[in-house]
């Protein structure tokens, strides 16, 4: 028999652990597998640049990017790293240019999730929120500004959807079809996503938070949103995005063009393998 590669067996030890809990501190992966934390280091340094693994800033934890078979708590939407990793370099330009926090959120089945944030790095002390964490898409600004980019029977297919599980409902927020038509009507006349005025958060009872959100489009299909948070009662939504609509625009857009850049290189990089 051919002997097992070491380094090997450890990697996929890690990338095993990191599958079944999800997010991990350095210590907790060590705590769990038992590897040295000098040999994690190394294993999760590799991993991370080929893509198998991702640190998150907002959290510090790390993430598998990869679905394995019959191991994975659930299976990771594609491009979901490209996504974090790209949209995470210029939001993080941002903030540091403007300092108020932005939100990067990605749009699934019937929720927005949060895949990256700069809240961490924000001279501004705001609630945190949580990566992975999943919201209500006809609450949060990120979900009215991809509702917004929806025609009308998609939008209605959504909000009836049958299988939609009840915290993600409209109706946890007292949402009607009438209500929800007009508020994403202002969405699009104003340019903007913001919260639904009965919309305080998912985290706590009320994170005392405002936003204003543009949707994120990956080869011209909205794949999710960014958003640009405040305290309530610092400025209006119509003040705020007065002052840093065009920021959170022009972020977008590079955003966009990188991903774009991306998904055209890959064919490329194909037909020269």
């Given amino acids: 028999m051919l002997k097992e590669n070491r380094s090997l067996e450890r990697g996929l030890i890690v990338l095993e652990t990191l599958a079944r809990h999800r997010a991990m501190s ?13 040999t994690l ?28 078979p019959d191991i994975s708590i659930s299976p990771v939407p594609p491009g ?7 949209g995470l370099a210029h939001a993080l330009t941002m903030t540091k240019k403007i300092g108020w926090p932005s939100d ?23 609630y945190q929120g949580q990566v992975d964490r999943r919201l209500n898409i006809f609450g949060c600004a990120t979900g009215t500004a991809c ?18 599980e009840h915290r993600f409902r409209p109706g946890r927020f007292g949402i009607t079809w009438k209500k929800l038509q007009d508020h994403l009507s202002n969405a699009r006349k104003i340019g903007y996503g913001v ?12 994170d005392k938070l405002s936003a204003i959100a543009l949707p994120l489009r990956r080869e011209g299909e909205v794949c999710g949103g960014v958003s640009l948070l405040w305290p309530r009662e610092f400025l209006s939504a119509s003040e705020f995005a007065g ?11 590079r955003i966009e063009t990188d991903l ?12 020269a393998d």
Avoid: C
């Fill in 147 to 164: 509702l917004a980019q929806m025609d009308t029977e998609q939008v209605r297919q959504l909000f009836r959807s049958p299988d939609m």
């Fill in 26 to 38: 350095l210590s907790e992966i060590h705590r769990e597998t038992g590897l040295p934390k000098s």
């Fill in 243 to 253: 002052k840093y609509l065009g920021e959170l625009s022009e972020t977008v857009s």
């Fill in 80 to 86: 979901l790293a490209q996504v974090a990793d790209i």
């Fill in 195 to 206: 919260r639904n005025p009965n919309y305080l958060g998912e985290t706590v009872v009320n």
């Fill in 41 to 68: 280091r190394r294993l999760l340094a590799t991993l991370a640049s080929r893509r198998f693994v991702r640190r998150s800033l907002s959290d510090k934890l790390y993430r598998v990017t990869v679905t394995l």
């Fill in 260 to 271: 774009d850049g991306t998904d055209r290189a890959k064919p490329e990089k194909e037909k």
């Fill in 104 to 126: 990067i959120h990605i749009f699934e089945k019937h929720w927005m999730r949060i895949v990256e944030s700069t809240r961490a790095v924000s001279p501004f002390s705001l």
